[in-house]
């Protein structure tokens, strides 16, 4: 009987000596680094997620881009562009852009072990349909609001714009919580988060003044909550295109400003790093 190693038993060892070293392997026999990894996927390579990683596309990037559809027509319109004004001609990006590719994406991340994506793709999924809702004139949600004819709607009583200014507070400091951990990945998606946490505490600021009769400051405050939020959606863009280049095996290599080497390795079990620490 021959002493050569089967194919299986190579294959094995490759596999082994690929995990000793930090790599990961895909379906397509490719082998990546864990900073690599990272840019790809946008969260620490972790031991659980190698199986099926192989078996699943990655699905990040769509869900960056229901994201950022949804963010690019959000902020021009919050500036105005063209003489834009109002929500409902695209209140699609509320319901079905954005949330249903986000759904999507988080769903098979969970498959897939990659815990941070999916939490995002779900952050960002109920953001888009709660804040959607705001935007339907046949729910009447500034119904128990009104109090003259002048605001037959209810959408611009103090008390109304209040509440969707204390809510929109409450996600700055949801998503500046989330961009604490964004450092742990790269310096894009850091200033996505750091970005899009400020936007919402302006918008708020907007609703704020607009719950206080003054429009004009509130007008001015939107705009600037669009432009941050256009910068947003850039970057989302910037971001999405290098992971759909890097699946598409296309020989890009821009730069994300890689903040995983600053931190200790995470693909190893957390037993072994207890024990290290």
């Known amino acids: 009987m021959s002493s050569t190693p089967d194919r299986t038993e190579v294959i094995h060892h490759q596999h082994s000596g690929d995990e000793e070293k930090g790599l990961h392997r895909t379906a397509t026999g490719v082998t990546m680094s864990p900073e690599l990894f990272e840019k790809l996927y946008l969260t620490p390579k972790v031991p659980h997620v190698g199986d099926a990683n192989k078996r699943y596309a990655n699905p990040t990037a769509l869900g960056f881009v229901g994201f950022v559809i949804s963010t690019f027509t959000f902020s021009m319109v919050m500036m105005g562009w063209g003489g834009a004004s109002g929500l409902s001609p695209v209140v699609g990006i509320f319901f079905f852009v954005g949330p249903v590719l986000l759904i999507f994406a988080m769903v098979f991340e969970w498959i897939m072990g ?48 209040a509440s969707v200014a204390l809510y ?46 003054q429009f004009e400051q509130a007008g001015k405050i939107q ?23 890097g699946e598409m095996r296309i020989p890009v290599n821009l730069p994300v400003g890689d903040l995983s080497h600053l931190w200790p390795r995470t693909d190893v079990p957390i037993a072994t790093r207890e024990h290290r620490d």
């Open 114 to 161: 990659n815990f941070f994506p999916m939490m995002v793709m779900g952050l960002f999924a109920v953001f888009w349909l709660s804040f959607g809702m705001l935007q339907l004139p046949t729910l009447q949600l500034g119904a128990p609001y009104v109090s003259s004819a002048s605001d037959p709607t209810g959408y611009g009583s103090p008390e109304f714009n």
């Open 168 to 213: 929109l507070i409450v996600w700055g400091f949801a998503l500046f919580t989330f961009f604490v951990f964004t450092c742990k990945i790269n310096a894009v998606f850091a200033a996505i988060f750091l970005l899009v946490s400020t936007a919402a505490w302006v918008l708020s600021a907007a609703y704020w003044k607009v719950s206080q009769g």
């Open 223 to 245: 705009k600037a909550g669009g432009a941050l939020l256009f910068v947003v959606a850039l970057l989302g863009w910037y971001m999405c295109f290098i992971i759909m280049a």
